[in-house]
């Protein structure tokens, strides 16, 4: 695969990350390194701490143990680190979490106008930017209730894509859409990564695996268990339960 | 492919609703019957005594032929159900800021006026200082009114208005503070609630009155009023608080988690996120807590202000008027129940308007 689009520069960096929910174990020393411009497909059976670690990555959930960097920035409990962090980590979630009592349009200006304080106008037209790429520009005056699942999850992603971020996170963002509206969320998404987006992505649509990622990470019990590139990972999985899962969801 | 088809008819017959709603088996008959005849002894008899046989004009008890009920009782005390004890020559200054704030409220009802963010800043600032000016007087060679003058309707809605702004941002705040991370805004919210909501309003209000210028320095004292007004806003700001919490816990996590992922800050997540749909989710709870405080003011009695129904006990008492109980009370429950069904029905408009087509 041509990797001319990844940089030198690592711009996500996991120390030994461990994090404990009471007494359960979900990440057992996590390391990791992303480049720049690197899209990277997570995968792994459910509790497998997949979502739990990228959610650790903008500090949804704080990690105990370890070392989290993003951008040079390590991830403490100083708000100030999280605050610079979040306005550069966009993240998309398995059910959009737009927000209900603002149209589309406000839904993707707020962020910009309150944290990074541009003004209205301009806030509104990089707004109307992204939601034509997302290709639902005619929308925007909506209230998200007022769209279907496919739709809502483009806005989500071009409310993120406002912030202008340098890495965007997904965490299983067609798990909770319908068929029909996945290949619609998906093709936003590889378009996204063909642009030189630093991504992450939380998923188990392993077509979308096979053709954007450079890596594929398999975690199970809170572990990387295996890192490949997406031909090898499919083609010639290494260990026992990568073999075991993705018989599982390649069965159909 | 088919044509679209309308669906059958629901309008029935009007003899088939009643025999649906009304006789639908034996159990719906015999109470219908009942319910029918209870009806038909009383309320013509209610109706004649209210408005046929009733005394409408007159200036005394004279006037009353006793045959029905005896409305001059009102007329003749009309100004001081509405006025209190403000001295009559002054009741201009009284109707001036109810027009001025009604004048100042009309816009707020146009969709297309702009300004509306100023207004609001402006009655909630700008129009109380005014109003402070109208009725105590004292500057501008306004006569001074004192507060123990002041009674009757105006009374009520002067305390009615001011608890029920006050509340609710007090409510909202200490509502966060409860389910803040910080242990002690957590322990001083907890204890605050539970203090207000575990004693009766009465005792705050005696408390208020009596034992808290016990505390307060040599010479400094506090309005009455302003006593009375702080107690009943405490009260309900503790019972707002828990309606708001409730609407809190409503909000689902990844609201939250959105609005971190975006990197708003506390209070902009709070603000533009978590709290205008928590409120919204909650304006019955809120409607509910307003309507509370406003026919709780009727208890300031006690503390010895004669607000509507206090006026109202007073001139009962007159030994002119004596045995007009019920027209009094009917009198008082009827604005009572004006102002408590018109917050009512604003509220299910206001909930309509903020319908956003989510849940």
Redesign the interface.
């Known amino acids: 695969m041509n990797q001319s689009h990844i940089k030198e520069e690592i711009v996500i960096e996991l120390n030994n990350v461990n994090k404990w929910y009471g007494d359960f174990h979900v990440l057992k020393d996590i390391n990791l390194k992303v480049k720049s411009g690197e899209r990277i497909v997570i995968c792994g059976p459910s509790g497998s701490g997949k979502s739990t670690m990228i959610r650790c990555l903008n500090r949804l959930e704080a990690h105990q143990k370890g070392d989290i960097i993003i951008e040079g920035t390590p991830l403490t409990n100083d708000i100030r680190n999280i605050e610079v962090i979040r306005k550069d980590v966009g993240m998309v979630f398995q059910h959009f979490n737009l927000f209900p009592h603002l149209s589309v349009l406000d839904n993707c200006c707020l962020a910009p106008q309150w944290v990074k304080k541009v003004p209205r106008k301009e806030a509104e037209e990089t707004a109307m930017k992204y939601l034509e790429r997302v290709k639902i520009p005619d929308q925007a005056l909506k209230y998200p209730g007022q769209l279907s699942g496919g739709q809502q999850q483009r806005v989500a992603i071009a409310r993120s894509l406002c912030m202008n971020p340098n890495i965007m996170l997904f965490d299983e963002p067609t798990s909770a859409l319908d068929p029909e509206m996945i290949k619609e969320v998906l093709d936003v998404m590889v378009e996204l990564a063909e642009e030189g987006m630093t991504m992450l992505c939380v998923t188990h649509e392993m077509g979308f695996a096979k053709k954007v990622a450079d890596r594929v990470i398999f975690m199970d019990g809170g572990e990387i268990i295996e890192e490949n590139d997406p031909h090898q990972f499919f083609d010639n999985p290494q260990s026992e339960r990568t073999q075991l899962f993705l018989s599982q969801i390649l069965h159909n | 492919m088919l044509e679209p088809v309308y669906s059958p008819a629901f309008k029935k017959h009007p003899l088939q609703w009643i025999q649906i709603n009304l006789f639908y088996d034996w159990f719906s008959s015999v109470m219908t019957l009942l319910v029918g005849y209870l009806l038909v002894s009383f309320l013509p008899a209610l109706i004649d005594w209210i408005f046929i046989s009733a005394d409408w004009f007159g200036s005394s008890r004279e006037d009353c032929s006793g045959e029905g009920a005896c409305w001059v009782f009102i007329g003749a005390r009309f100004d001081q159900f509405i006025y209190g004890f403000y001295p009559p020559e002054e009741y201009w200054r009284v109707n001036l800021a109810t027009v001025l704030l009604i004048a100042l409220m009309v816009p707020l009802f146009f969709e297309n006026f702009t300004k509306k963010a100023w207004l609001i800043a402006f009655l909630l600032i700008g129009y109380p200082v005014i109003a402070k000016i109208l009725f105590a007087g004292g500057v501008f060679g306004l006569e001074q009114v004192d507060t123990e003058q002041w009674g009757g309707l105006m009374l009520t809605l002067i305390i009615a208005t001011v608890g029920i702004i006050a509340s609710l941002p007090i409510g909202i705040l200490v509502a966060l503070g409860r389910r803040s991370e910080m242990p002690i805004i957590r322990w001083l919210c907890v204890s605050f609630i539970e203090v207000m909501r575990g004693v009766p309003l009465i005792t705050i209000l005696f408390m208020a009155s009596v034992m808290l210028p016990l505390f307060m320095p040599e010479g400094v004292s506090f309005d009455k009023l302003m006593r009375a007004m702080i107690g009943i806003t405490l009260f309900q700001a503790a019972y707002m608080a828990e309606v708001i919490r409730g609407g809190l816990q409503a909000i689902?996590k990844?609201?939250y988690?959105?609005?971190?992922?975006?990197?708003?800050?506390y209070f902009?997540k709070m603000g533009?996120?978590i709290l205008?749909?928590a409120l919204?989710l909650v304006i019955p709870g809120i409607v509910n807590t307003f309507i509370a405080l406003f026919k709780d003011t009727s208890l300031i009695l006690i503390i010895g202000l004669f607000e509507l129904s206090g006026i109202m006990k007073a001139a009962l008492n007159d030994p002119d008027w004596l045995g007009f109980a019920i027209e009094g009370y009917l009198f008082a429950a009827l604005i009572y129940w004006i102002f408590c069904f018109g917050m009512s029905r604003y509220s299910m408009r206001v909930e309509a308007k903020?319908n956003?087509?989510?849940?």
């Open positions: 689902p990844g609201q988690e959105a609005a971190d992922s975006l990197g708003l800050n902009q533009f996120i205008p749909q919204k903020l956003t087509g989510h849940r």
